[in-house]
C-alpha cells in the first residue's frame, strides 16, 4: 500500500508539471551555454581557489548524498519501491531544470514512478502522470539519430555537435587564386525543413524555421559546412 501522503505528493508535482509552461528549446540552449560557462570560469583554474575548496571541504565535508542504491533511507527505508522517495527526487530535479537546465529530463524518478504505480495497480494515476511528464517535456526529447560512419573522422566529430542538421553543398563559385564560395543546402533530419533562422553571433542557436528545434551554435554549423565543402571541392579537383 503507498501511503496517502505520498500519493498526494505525487498529484502536487504531476500538477506542477501541468500547470508550468515547458521551457522552449532555445531557452534550454542557453541554459546549456551558461552551464558550460560556469563549469569554465578562469578564475576558478587557478591553485589558489583549488586549495580554498579543498579548505571548506574540511570545514564543511560534503554529507554523502543519497543514492537509489543506497537501500536505506532515514524516512522511507528500502526507496526501490517507495514513491515519496522517487516523487522528491523528481521534484528536486524539477526545480534544477527551471533554474539551470539540464543535460536530459528527470528520467530516472519518472521510470521509477511508473514501475511503482504499476505494481500498485493506480493504472488511473500512473497515465495521468505519464500523459503530464510526457506532455511536458515532449519538446526536448527526440529519438538519437543513428548515423552510419562516414569514414571522415573530421566530418564525424563536426556533425556530432549539431546531429539533427544534415548539409550538403550545392555549388562552388571559383573567386580565383584558389579560392572558392560554396553555396550550401540545408535539411532538418526530423520535418524536413531547409529554411534556417541563424542567430546574430558565433554563440547563439541556429534554429529551424519549420520546426523551430535548436540544431546546434552558429558556430559549430559553420565548421562543419566549410569541412565539408572543402571536402567536396578537394573531391571535384579544384583543391
Ligand atoms: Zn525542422
Redesign the pocket.
Known sequence: MIPESELMALKAVILRMEETVPLTKVQLFHMAKRRKFRRMRPNEDTDEYREEVARNRKKWPIKNTFHPRNKSHPVYGDTHYALGFHVQSLNDELDNWFTVGADSPPHVPEGRIKVILKRAKDMELRNRFVTAYDKHFANFWKPPINREPSGDKMRDSLQGKIPRLEISVRDIEDRGDGKFAYGFEFH?C??G?WMLDLPDDDDGPVI?V??E?VFGSFADMKALASHIGNEKAKSLGLL
Open positions: 532538418c526530423d520535418c525543413g529551424c519549420a520546426c528545434q
